[in-house]
């Protein structure tokens, strides 16, 4: 079975600061793929950026990037220069394998507070 | 925009009554999810179609829950008999497969309120 854990139940940064999000998980599967998706109050889910278990590089789009360490089984969430619109419900989730697995598996989620 | 649209996006409803939510994907998508998110909680998985197919249900869809997509295009999730633990928020997504790799896009969800 897969799991996504994520350890931190609030985060409060500074506003510009560059800030973490924590993301582990568990499968045994060889060929996956890792999400981070953002939720604001309005509860839509915002897709932010995607890791394949075969990447060499981290994925980065834009302010976002993935700190994806494989043999640790991590893939965190880094934001750089936070601005207060980043203030939401970070969710990280997984699918696999492919062809095999093709619902998501989510983790509690983050609330990150960006402070002015 | 052509993203992916829900209606209603808050229901309150009585318990013991029926409610049918809708879903409309991105064009050209050929694949649909719903899933269920509580509050303090990840969404979880409930139901996809591939086209018209429904090729996976969670146990967590009893059979007071149906759902469909008859045409391969939008969705309808449908409680009925409704009970106060089925009040959500219930998330539609899809997604295009492409060589096995697929992301899928949320809509803005359904609130659903049990009295």
């Known amino acids: 079975a897969q799991k996504i854990t994520q350890t931190q139940p609030g985060m409060f940064v500074q506003e510009k600061e560059a800030v973490t999000l924590d993301c582990t998980y568990d499968t045994s599967d060889p060929s996956y793929g890792l999400f981070w998706y953002k939720q604001p109050s309005s509860g839509e889910m915002i897709f932010l950026i995607y890791?394949?278990?075969?990447?060499?590089q981290n994925a980065t789009e834009g302010r976002y990037s993935l700190n994806f360490q494989k043999a640790r089984k991590s893939a965190n969430l880094v934001i750089s220069a936070s601005q207060l619109g980043d203030s939401a419900m970070y969710f990280c989730a997984m699918r696999g394998p492919y062809f095999g697995n093709e619902k998501l598996t989510f983790g509690t989620g983050t609330r990150l507070t960006i402070i002015p | 925009d052509t993203g992916v649209s829900q209606n209603p996006r808050h229901k309150i409803t009585k318990r013991g009554q029926n409610v049918t939510f809708r879903c409309d994907p991105i064009?050209?998508?050929?694949?649909l999810y719903w899933y269920r998110q509580t509050l303090g909680q990840g969404p979880e998985f409930l139901t996809y179609f591939q086209n018209e197919a429904q090729l996976e249900k969670s146990r967590l869809l009893s059979d007071r829950f149906s759902a469909e997509r008859p045409k391969g295009s939008f969705s309808t999730l449908e409680i009925q008999r409704t009970e106060q633990g089925d009040s959500a928020m219930y998330l539609c997504a899809s997604s295009l497969v492409v060589g096995g790799e697929e992301t899928q896009y949320f809509g803005p969800g359904t609130r659903l309120l049990v009295l």
């Open positions: 064009s050209e998508h050929n694949r």
């Open positions: 890791q394949g278990s075969y990447d060499q």
